[in-house]
């Protein structure tokens, strides 16, 4: 019966004490990479230039005197519950639950975020171990019976590669700015979705009612064509005042048609919105009057503006990586550091391969340094500045777009104050006229015609001013968009 032989301290104890003296010389080296200078330039939010106002001019209340704008009050996410409407809470509630742009924004957040930690595993040693068999057959060519054997190798290795000139932190900034990127782009996701919620349920709503004043339109014109027929038949009209009265009430159904195709299709956008197919029932459906204008419009403050909105932030976090990749494209043109050991055993016989004889380590250290590549790395190295170059353009292109798209909306709600006031103005006029000769008709003084013309005159100044009222919505709802809708108070 064989015995395992004897382990022979002398053999053993060195190696051991080899590889447990790498150890504090790894981690002098880990704390040297963390602390080593990272090349490149580092990043500096950017100054844009002070202003205390959005247009060349400072802004008039609304006209219609039925808001105002508030000057630096904060904007909560859920602006649109001062709308009053129970049911655009409701659709704005199933949109964020079910639309599948905030899904994809989420998961693109996540993985963003997964990427810059995975790159943060490099700042630490690589351990590994490995285990190996194999059973060969000996070339003989001397006519001997060919011999077999078994070799089995069992290995622990351990790795560093020192971030001396910053390589990998630059690596981590950059995707660390491009997960700040993800995020802003999320946050753009949720505020653009309440406002096409929003603008689309007050679409909805405003059409329903557009429809139902042009269809009592059609059918006034249907019974002036009706009345001049019978006029006609009996002579006490000419062809020609029939003709134009046919004449007119295809005009009016001409425009009702599109106005039903605009009602069904925005419909399917809610229903698009909201995560749903067009076939599924659609509940819920307010008219105009459900809804109400907040009394006060929150503005922030100019000076406010690129820490509100997504995309300027989310251009600063792109610049920010380009700042980063500079210092790659630098780090990638200097020496490369690497130190690996090993310790494990070798042996033609499993139980054997850590006795005496078996073990092995081994300790190697590298430097490189790439001393031509065709100009390959000066020129990713211009590359990259010019990339950062660009993107501190973008980021200036984005915030005077940004201010610029405060200030359009301020004028378009200024003069859709006015438009509105002046329709509703002309609605009510409307409204006084058919009062007045329905009146009239009743003690016999106009005929039904007459009616009937009155009676269309306020159906179409109706839709005039629901236009401009669901313009005046849009461009609330569009205003809190510009500002950032919200985003850093959404729950």
Not at 135 to 140: D, E, G, I, L
Not at 169 to 183: D, G, I, N
Not at 413 to 432: F, S, V
Request: charged content about 20%; proline content about 4%.
């Amino acid at each position: 019966m064989s015995t395992a032989p004897e382990v022979s301290p002398a053999r053993s104890r060195p190696s051991s004490g080899v590889i447990r003296g790498l150890l504090p010389t790894f981690w002098v080296l880990l704390a040297g990479g963390l602390s080593a200078c990272a090349v490149g330039p580092d990043f500096k939010r950017p100054v844009t230039s002070a202003t205390d106002r959005y247009t060349e001019t400072a802004m008039a209340v609304p006209a219609d005197g039925r808001t105002q704008f508030v000057m630096g009050r904060d904007i909560p996410f859920a602006w649109w519950e001062a709308m009053g409407s129970p049911a655009l809470n409701r659709w704005v509630e199933r949109a964020l639950t079910a639309n599948p742009n905030i899904s994809a924004a989420e998961a693109g957040l996540r993985q963003a975020e997964a990427y810059a930690k995975a790159q943060g595993g490099y700042f630490y040693p690589t351990v590994g171990v490995g285990l190996s068999g194999q059973r060969q057959r000996w070339a003989n060519d001397s006519g001997q019976t060919p011999g077999l054997y078994n070799l089995y190798t069992a290995q622990a290795s351990i790795s560093y590669t020192p971030d001396v000139f910053g390589a990998n932190r630059r690596t981590v900034e950059a995707l660390a700015a491009a997960s700040e990127v993800a995020l802003f782009q999320r946050e753009a996701t949720y505020v653009s979705l309440v406002d096409n919620v929003v603008a689309t349920v007050v679409q909805v709503a405003s059409l329903h009612d557009q429809l139902a004043a042009a269809r009592e339109v059609v059918m006034a014109n249907q019974r002036a064509v009706d009345i001049r027929r019978e006029q006609a038949r009996v002579g006490h009209v000419m062809d020609m005042d029939l003709a134009a009265q046919e004449q007119a009430l295809a005009q009016v159904i001409a425009v009702a048609a599109p106005l039903e195709a605009q009602y069904n299709q925005s419909r399917d956008l809610l229903r698009a919105l909201c995560g749903v197919l067009p076939t599924d029932p659609l509940d819920d459906m307010i008219s105009l009057a459900d809804l109400h204008l907040p009394a006060e419009l929150p503005l922030s403050l100019p000076s406010a503006l690129v820490e509100k909105r997504p995309d300027v932030r989310a251009a600063e976090a792109v610049m920010h990586a380009a700042s980063a990749r500079v210092g790659i494209a630098m780090a990638a043109r200097l020496p490369q550091f690497t130190i690996t050991a090993a310790r494990g055993g070798l042996s033609e016989e499993f139980g054997h391969l850590f006795s005496a004889g078996g073990p092995f380590w081994g300790v190697t250290g590298s430097v490189t340094q790439t001393l031509f590549s065709g100009g390959t790395l000066l020129h990713e190295q211009r590359a990259a500045e010019q990339g950062l170059i660009q993107a501190e353009a973008q980021y200036r292109s984005t915030v005077i777009g940004a201010f610029q798209n405060v200030a359009d909306i301020l004028f378009s709600i200024e003069a859709d104050a006015r438009a509105l006031a002046a329709n509703t103005a002309g609605e009510e006029a409307a409204k006084r006229i058919l009062d007045l000769t329905n009146a009239q008709h009743r003690l016999g003084y106009v005929d039904e015609l007459t009616l009937l013309t009155a009676r269309i005159g306020y159906q179409q100044a109706r839709i005039v001013r629901l236009q401009a009222e669901t313009n005046r919505y849009g461009d609330v709802a569009a205003l809190i968009q510009a500002l950032g809708g919200g985003w850093w108070n959404r729950r």
